[in-house]
Nanobody, 126 residues
Framework: VQLQASGGGLVQAGGSLRLSCAASGDILSNWHIGWFRQAPGQERDLVAAITWREGKTYYADSVKGRFTISRDAAGNMVYLRMNGLKPEDTAVYYC????????????????????WGQGTQVTVSS
């Protein structure tokens, strides 16, 4: 599976963006898809994740109520709608798969995700 993130850009604080993650190849029903972000000099952190089968979601506390993750299973797409953007949301955003053989609780461990594609830069000005 190859993933490609897009949709980043420069936006003022309070603005919105929608990121897209296009997957080529089969995504199996038990897999999770996660959106991560990494700011300069900082670790890569999970922002949101979604289960491919049921569309259950997970959000980091820092984005709850502002970001929404969704998927289009037919189109092999995952989206991250970001509202109320803050300067601290500035980072490169990546999508990644968590390949699982069975239903599994969410994990925020970067090491459990793979198929990383190129990220997309999000810059929020104050």
């Amino acid at each position: 599976v190859q993933l490609q993130a897009s949709g980043g850009g420069l936006v003022q604080a309070g603005g919105s963006l929608r990121l897209s993650c296009a997957a080529s190849g089969d995504i199996l029903s038990n897999w999770h898809i996660g959106w991560f972000r990494q700011a300069p000099g900082q670790e890569r952190d999970l922002v949101a994740a979604i289960t491919w089968r049921e569309g259950k979601t997970y959000y980091a506390d820092s984005v709850k109520g502002r970001f929404t993750i969704s998927r289009d299973a037919a189109g092999n797409m995952v989206y991250l709608r970001m509202n109320g953007l803050k300067p601290e949301d500035t980072a490169v955003y990546y999508c990644a798969t968590r390949r699982l053989p069975v239903r599994t609780p969410f994990s925020s461990r970067v090491s459990e995700y793979g198929d990383w594609g190129q990220g997309t830069q999000v810059t929020v000005s104050s």
